[in-house]
Structure formats: structure tokens, C-alpha cells
């Protein structure tokens, strides 16, 4: 309907305040918040802003760490509390689904979804391990001597064997490096055994996740929303951060410059998102501020859902333009300083006090405010969220396989490739098959182009016909070889075949 506040272009319906509260799809990538204490209806905010974001053609990346985002993929049942708040705002329920891929570091719920050792580089890495300066400081020196020496880091195994390889060589390294400790390494490999029982091996490897697959349009000019099932990840808090914000980063060094677009590439819903800054070190809370700050001019934008504006360090929480409040309680000190701070992050409106109306909003209302035309806050309003047109809950296991098995990435990231790299390298050198010392520059060079001349030999198999899942997986992995290659000249050789691999 022309008339239908739910369509109206360029803008995604929020709710209703004396006027209809929208969001401006040109400033989707200034970021946001939403905020608010458990069972006050943060979810459904969220999932009416992911509905918005899907309709107009970007898609989404959101953390699922209850389960009950999942039923965004299945049309709304007609519930009468939904119903009545349509009727209640003047606009037409009409039960809709959304095309949603489900991914799960575990593998169980959802396509695996993997990073490199390499990739996630040793600042992260040292953050999930809880290592301090010290051991830290050790890690990173084993990543110098796998980049000069041409081993290739994909998984928990290679970075064990690279770490006795350190330890084994600690005294000809330290002159280069500084000290490097038995009790250091030690540590860190005791640290890596609590993570693998963790479950976390199943996440380091390949092929690793492509970033632009998140990207990527669904043929009827929708987005694609990707939920990542974390009801079991959350139990591991450090790994479940640390692996959101690497998605972050790859998406910021990877994207082009775009400035501010009609509407982002990408929205990015962190929940929980009090696990990403508590006790971060201060150089990794500097790279988040500065992704957060910078990431925007690459048309991503980044939505945090927490309970409390206080889990938001002030100079992200500056950045964050479009914000919903819902209630908090103020029960104790720390309550009433939240409330505080929440109400003095908006622009005031003369009609009412803020943080008395914190503490009295109903379930399905909020504080909110958007950024205008102008691109400045507009003035926070009481506002009765809109309902959401999927349903409001969890799926079913049955739903979600069927899901999955219409999902465009079926194949190409279910089956784990295991290439040569670092662990069997090493090895090889400690059983005599190869030189016992560095590695030459031509050694190198002629492991890392076997390395790839064996992944893309999968490329062209069965020409002209639909690869099988093994044949998926061994392309994917590599794309993955060609984010680990250290060597000039086999860059060179893959920009040749591919046009353009970094």
C-alpha cells in the first residue's frame, strides 16, 4: 500500500511515538545501539531492524546466543499481541520470512565456519588464550619465525608445532628476538589444550570462511541474513568475542572505501556485546575502537545489544548514532549509574524526564532516537516498537535443516581439508626428510607453490560439471592457501590465475 508506513523507501520502520519513528537507510552504516534489561524486548527491536535492513537489499550478520533469533527464517504465526500492536500503530500485520543462512563454529547447527591460525594473528589469539605480556610477547615471536621461514599456521596442531620448534631453538633465536622462556612456552601451550577441549579446534582450519560470501545478495535483490547459532559458543565468552571481532576485521581489510552509500553492505548485530571489551587488553580495545570508528566508510555498520550502555567504553559508545532504549531497573548503585548514563546519551525532550521514563517502559516500548536528514540525533521519543513480520522464537531442528539444505553455501564449507602445513613440515625435518635448518628462500618458495599447485588442482576437476562437496571444500581451501602465502612469487603466480587473489 502507498500509504503503508512499513514501506516507505529509503527508511525502516522502527515504531510509533506521536509520529512514525524511522531509521534512515543512508546513515544504516553510523552504527548503533540496543540496549536494555533481560525480557524487555531487545530482540524483537533487533529483529525488526534485521527484517528492514533484508528488505532493502543488505544483508546481515547477526550472533543467536539465546536461539530465539532463529525464527526469522519462518513466517510470523499471527500472534495477538503482534496483531494488536500493528492495529495499535495503524499499520497491516502481514506475516513474512526471510532467506537465512545459520552458520556454527562447532559445526552442529550450521555450516562450520573456520579462520587460520594465521588469520587471526597472534593479538587475538593472545586475547582468547588470556596471555599476558610476557606470553604474549613469545607468541608473537612465533609468528615471525612461521612467516620467515614459509609455515604456513592453519590450525591448533601447526601452532603446537611451531611452538617446540621456538622452544627447541630458543637460544639461537633470543639473540634476534629477545627471551624465550620453557615456562612461557609452556604456558601457552597448556592455555592451547584448555581451548581445544573447548571445542575451539574445530574452529582453527580450513577452508576458512570467504567474508564477501556474507555479502552477497539473494537473487530476488534481498539480503541474505546469516545467523550464527552461539547458544554453546557463548560458554566459551573470550572465544565467542574474539571470533566476532576478527569477523570485524577481515571485513575492514578487506573491503573498498565507499564512503556513505544509500544503504550499507552490511549490518552487524553483536549481542552480549559486554564480552568484546571486558578485560581486553588496552591495545586490542584500540584496534576495536578503531575498526568501529573506521569501518562505516566501508559500509558496514555495527550494532551493539547489551544490556546496559555502561558495557560500552565512552569512545565507542560516542559513535553509536541510532539507538534504542529499553527498560532498566534501578535496583543498586551500579543500576541507577546506568540509568544516568543512558539518559544523558540522548538529545533531551523538553516533555518528559528520561530517566524517570527508563525505569517505566513497558515490554515492547523504548526510548529512541535515529539520526535526522541532517545526520544529527533526532530528539529521543517513547516509542512502541513495530512488530516483526517472521516469527518471534526459536525454529525447529526439522526447520533448520531444511533451511540448510537450500542454503547457496551447502558443500562448500561442510567438509574440513587438512593441507600441508607447518606441523607436517616440522615434522618432516625432525624425522630427517628434509634439511634440519631454516628453511631457504628457495625452499620456500617451491613448498608454498606445491602447497598451492595441490590446492588448485580441485579448481579444475570434473569440468563442466557440479563439483561434489569434497571438490567444494578443496576450492575453498584454496582460497584460503592464498591468504596464508608469504612468498613474492607465489602471489604473483596467484594474481595471474585469478586476477587479483591478495
Given at each position: 500500500?502507498?500509504?503503508?508506513?512499513?514501506?516507505?523507501?529509503?527508511?525502516?520502520?522502527?515504531g510509533k511515538?506521536?509520529?512514525?519513528?524511522?531509521?534512515?537507510?543512508?546513515?544504516?552504516?553510523?552504527?548503533?545501539?540496543?540496549a536494555?534489561?533481560?525480557?524487555?524486548?531487545k530482540?524483537v527491536?533487533?529483529q525488526?531492524?534485521?527484517?528492514g535492513?533484508?528488505?532493502?537489499?543488505?544483508?546481515?550478520?547477526?550472533?543467536?546466543?539465546?536461539?530465539?533469533?532463529?525464527?526469522?527464517?519462518?513466517?510470523?504465526?499471527?500472534?495477538r499481541?503482534?496483531?494488536?500492536r500493528a492495529?495499535?500503530?495503524?499499520?497491516?500485520?502481514?506475516?513474512?520470512?526471510?532467506r537465512?543462512?545459520?552458520?556454527?563454529?562447532?559445526?552442529?547447527?550450521?555450516h562450520?565456519?573456520?579462520?587460520?591460525?594465521?588469520?587471526?594473528?597472534?593479538l587475538l589469539?593472545?586475547?582468547?588464550?588470556?596471555?599476558?605480556?610476557?606470553?604474549s610477547?613469545?607468541?608473537?615471536?612465533?609468528?615471525?619465525?612461521?612467516?620467515?621461514?614459509?609455515?604456513a599456521l592453519?590450525?591448533?596442531?601447526?601452532?603446537?608445532?611451531?611452538?617446540?620448534?621456538v622452544?627447541?631453538?630458543?637460544?639461537?633465536?633470543?639473540?634476534?628476538?629477545g627471551?624465550v622462556?620453557?615456562?612461557?612456552i609452556?604456558?601457552?601451550?597448556?592455555?592451547?589444550?584448555?581451548?581445544e577441549?573447548?571445542g575451539?579446534?574445530?574452529?582453527?582450519?580450513?577452508?576458512?570462511?570467504?567474508?564477501?560470501?556474507?555479502?552477497k545478495?539473494?537473487?530476488?535483490?534481498?539480503?541474505?541474513?546469516?545467523?550464527?547459532k552461539?547458544?554453546?559458543l557463548i560458554?566459551?565468552p573470550?572465544l565467542?568475542?574474539?571470533?566476532?571481532?576478527?569477523l570485524?576485521?577481515?571485513?575492514?581489510?578487506?573491503?573498498?572505501?565507499?564512503g556513505?552509500?544509500?544503504?550499507p553492505?552490511?549490518?552487524?548485530?553483536?549481542?552480549?556485546?559486554?564480552?568484546?571489551?571486558?578485560?581486553?587488553?588496552?591495545a586490542?580495545?584500540q584496534?576495536?575502537?578503531?575498526?568501529?570508528?573506521?569501518?562505516?566508510?566501508?559500509?558496514?555498520?555495527?550494532?551493539?545489544?547489551?544490556?546496559?550502555?555502561?558495557?560500552?567504553?565512552?569512545?565507542?559508545?560516542?559513535?553509536?548514532?541510532?539507538?534504542?532504549?529499553?527498560?532498566?531497573?534501578?535496583?543498586?548503585?551500579?543500576?541507577?549509574?546506568?540509568v544516568?548514563?543512558?539518559?544523558d546519551?540522548?538529545?533531551?525532550n523538553?516533555?518528559?524526564?528520561?530517566?524517570d521514563?527508563?525505569?517505566?517502559?513497558n515490554?515492547?516500548?523504548?526510548?529512541?532516537?535515529?539520526?535526522?536528514?541532517s545526520?544529527?540525533?533526532?530528539?529521543?521519543s517513547?516509542?512502541?516498537?513495530?512488530?516483526p513480520?517472521?516469527?518471534?522464537?526459536p525454529?525447529?531442528?526439522?526447520?533448520?535443516?531444511?533451511?540448510?539444505?537450500?542454503?547457496?553455501?551447502?558443500?562448500?564449507?561442510?567438509?574440513?581439508?587438512?593441507?600441508?602445513?607447518?606441523?607436517?613440515?616440522?615434522q618432516?625435518?625432525?624425522?630427517?626428510r628434509?634439511?634440519?635448518?631454516?628453511v631457504?628462500?628457495?625452499?620456500?618458495?617451491?613448498g608454498?607453490?606445491?602447497?598451492?599447485?595441490?590446492?588448485?588442482g580441485?579448481?579444475?576437476v570434473?569440468?563442466?560439471?557440479?563439483?561434489?562437496?569434497?571438490?567444494?571444500?578443496?576450492?575453498?581451501a584454496?582460497?584460503?592457501?592464498?591468504?596464508t602465502v608469504?612468498s613474492?612469487?607465489?602471489?604473483e603466480?596467484?594474481?595471474?590465475?585469478t586476477?587479483?587473489?591478495?
Amino acid at each position: 500500500m502507498a500509504d503503508d508506513p512499513n514501506n516507505v523507501p529509503g527508511k525502516i520502520l522502527v515504531g510509533k511515538a506521536e509520529d512514525y519513528i524511522y531509521l534512515l537507510l543512508r546513515y544504516g552504516n553510523r552504527h548503533g545501539l540496543v540496549a536494555g534489561a533481560t525480557g524487555t524486548g531487545k530482540t524483537v527491536t533487533l529483529q525488526k531492524l534485521a527484517e528492514g535492513f533484508c528488505n532493502a537489499g543488505t544483508c546481515v550478520f547477526a550472533a543467536d546466543v539465546k536461539g530465539d533469533l532463529s525464527g526469522i527464517a519462518m513466517p510470523g504465526d499471527g500472534a495477538r499481541t503482534f496483531v494488536a500492536r500493528a492495529e495499535e500503530i495503524g499499520m497491516k500485520y502481514e506475516p513474512d520470512q526471510f532467506r537465512c543462512v545459520f552458520w556454527d563454529v562447532f559445526g552442529e547447527k550450521g555450516h562450520p565456519v573456520r579462520a587460520t591460525i594465521a588469520e587471526m594473528g597472534p593479538l587475538l589469539l593472545a586475547r582468547i588464550l588470556q596471555l599476558n605480556d610476557i606470553q604474549s610477547g613469545v607468541l608473537n615471536i612465533a609468528f615471525r619465525v612461521a612467516d620467515e621461514q614459509g609455515l604456513a599456521l592453519l590450525d591448533l596442531k601447526d601452532l603446537r608445532a611451531m611452538l617446540t620448534y621456538v622452544s627447541e631453538n630458543a637460544s639461537d633465536l633470543q639473540q634476534r628476538y629477545g627471551n624465550v622462556s620453557a615456562a612461557s612456552i609452556g604456558a601457552i601451550q597448556r592455555q592451547l589444550l584448555v581451548l581445544e577441549n573447548q571445542g575451539a579446534g574445530k574452529f582453527f582450519g580450513e577452508p576458512a570462511l570467504d567474508i564477501l560470501d556474507l555479502l552477497k545478495p539473494d537473487i530476488d535483490g534481498r539480503g541474505f541474513i546469516h545467523i550464527l547459532k552461539a547458544e554453546k559458543l557463548i560458554n566459551s565468552p573470550n572465544l565467542y568475542a574474539t571470533f566476532l571481532f576478527w569477523l570485524l576485521s577481515e571485513l575492514f581489510a578487506k573491503l573498498p572505501e565507499v564512503g556513505d552509500p544509500d544503504k550499507p553492505k552490511l549490518v552487524f548485530f553483536f549481542d552480549e556485546a559486554h564480552l568484546l571489551f571486558a578485560d581486553a587488553p588496552k591495545a586490542l580495545l584500540q584496534a576495536i575502537e578503531q575498526v568501529v570508528r573506521l569501518i562505516r566508510s566501508k559500509g558496514v555498520g555495527v550494532y551493539f545489544v547489551t544490556q546496559s550502555p555502561l558495557d560500552v567504553p565512552d569512545t565507542v559508545l560516542g559513535q553509536l548514532g541510532n539507538r534504542a532504549q529499553h527498560a532498566l531497573r534501578a535496583f543498586t548503585p551500579r543500576d541507577q549509574k546506568a540509568v544516568k548514563t543512558a539518559a544523558d546519551t540522548f538529545r533531551q525532550n523538553p516533555a518528559f524526564s528520561t530517566a524517570d521514563v527508563i525505569t517505566k517502559l513497558n515490554v515492547g516500548e523504548a526510548l529512541v532516537s535515529m539520526l535526522e536528514g541532517s545526520g544529527a540525533p533526532a530528539m529521543v521519543s517513547r516509542t512502541k516498537i513495530a512488530p516483526p513480520a517472521s516469527r518471534v522464537g526459536p525454529i525447529t531442528d526439522a526447520e533448520l535443516r531444511e533451511v540448510q539444505d537450500s542454503s547457496p553455501f551447502k558443500g562448500k564449507y561442510d567438509v574440513a581439508v587438512d593441507r600441508e602445513s607447518a606441523f607436517e613440515i616440522l615434522q618432516a625435518r625432525a624425522q630427517g626428510r628434509t634439511s634440519g635448518g631454516p628453511v631457504g628462500a628457495n625452499e620456500q618458495e617451491g613448498g608454498l607453490l606445491s602447497q598451492i599447485g595441490a590446492s588448485l588442482g580441485g579448481l579444475f576437476v570434473s569440468k563442466g560439471k557440479r563439483p561434489s562437496v569434497a571438490q567444494s571444500a578443496i576450492r575453498s581451501a584454496a582460497t584460503s592457501a592464498a591468504r596464508t602465502v608469504g612468498s613474492a612469487v607465489a602471489r604473483e603466480i596467484l594474481r595471474g590465475i585469478t586476477g587479483g587473489m591478495k
